[in-house]
């Protein structure tokens, strides 16, 4: 009972709050850029922090050391909704690549795309889409912006990977930049499409960067989701679960 009232009253107070963040950010469609963009951070920050005393959540953040001085290409695992407010957070600088049909939300939508100017693609026109991260990317970059994409484009139950988009490495190696790589176990306590959210330690890990010009971007792509998915299998209990699991087959 305790895990669901603190649930409803996160999730009550998110829904709210999130819609008068977005209704802010559209009235300051006159203001600045950044205006927009630190409304943006500032409400992912807080309720961010609301985790822990709310639902009992804890935030830790490992690596800040590997990351580069220089923007880079930030490759994040999506297996929740809790990293992509969390990177908002801790990456104010950058920029998404997501969905278009995310932009044509009601208020929201249109919110992020005020706050954050994300690079909206269109996934089934494939290398063309491509194509428009590697471009669009590589402006944000040259403008001192990171780039946040998540490479298997939707978000997996722990245990569960697929291939890697090939644009995050096209971009990185396009543009001469690092990946940086970052695995979480935020689904172990934030389950996507779940209601609940319940009480431990999300560890968020960044890793080494990976130099995305030594090698084809699709090989780039395996060593960095090679380094995700072994962390993965050491933070995250339900990547351990499902491991014992088929062990036992």
Known sequence: MAVFLRSLFYNVFGAITSLITSIIIL????????TRSNVCVYWCRMVMR???????IKIVVEGR????DTPSVLMIKHTSTMEALWQVGEFPQAVWVLKQEVLLVPFIGWAILL???????????GGSAVKQVIKKGGERLAEGAWVTIFPEG??????????????????ARDANVPIVPIAHNAADYWPRRSFRKYP???????????????????????????????????ISSGYQILTRSSDDK
């Open 200 to 234: 431990g330690t999300v560890r968020f890990c960044i890793g080494p960067p990976v130099d995305a010009t030594r090698q084809e971007p699709k090989e780039t792509n395996l060593i960095v989701q090679d380094w995700i998915e072994s962390k993965m299998h050491e």
């Open 65 to 68: 050391e590997n990351l580069p």
């Open 27 to 34: 009235l300051l469609f006159w203001a600045p850029a950044r």
């Open 50 to 56: 609301l985790l822990e005393p709310v639902c009992g």
């Open 115 to 125: 706050a954050s100017n994300p690079i909206g693609i269109n996934r089934k026109k």
């Open 154 to 171: 939707t978000r997996l139950p722990p245990g569960q990977t697929r291939r890697y988009g090939v644009s995050g490495a096209a971009l």
